[in-house]
């Protein structure tokens, strides 16, 4: 299993940016990014593949979001601008040995969250 620490989340006015990261330790093929909002499902947000960079973003956030790597630090970013309150959830990193996908139960390993919120 992958450890995973994430950071960088806070509260933030609409139109404005946060970056959020995840430290991982592990072998891994892709890593993501979901997120939660309260009474609602574990959604997809974007994903890296750990090895060449391509990236996959899931169409809500898509031109907003941009994930990245730092293979020296092991670390993944998710520098999200121009928030908007429906952003608002718990932010999860997520490690998978096998794929990009935005099916969750491609990952196998989790981070402890991290809370976004986002005002109008």
């Known amino acids: 299993q992958v450890q995973l620490v994430e950071s960088g989340g806070g509260l933030v006015q609409a139109g404005g940016s946060l970056r959020l990261s995840c430290a991982a330790s592990?072998?891994?093929?892709?890593m993501g990014w979901f997120r939660q909002a309260p009474g609602k499902e574990r959604e997809f947000v974007a994903a890296?593949?750990?090895?060449?960079?391509?990236?996959n973003y899931a169409g809500s956030v898509q031109g907003r979001f941009t994930m990245s790597r730092d293979i020296a630090k092991n670390t993944v970013y998710l520098q999200m601008n121009n928030l908007k309150p429906e952003d608002t959830a718990v932010y999860y990193c997520?490690?998978?040995?096998?794929?990009?996908?935005?099916?969750?139960?491609?990952?196998?390993?989790w981070g402890q969250g991290t809370q976004v919120t986002v005002s109008s």
């Open positions: 592990g072998r891994r093929y892709g």
């Open positions: 997520a490690a998978s040995l096998s794929t990009i996908s935005g099916n969750r139960a491609g990952y196998n390993s």
């Open positions: 890296i593949m750990w090895s060449s960079g391509m990236t």
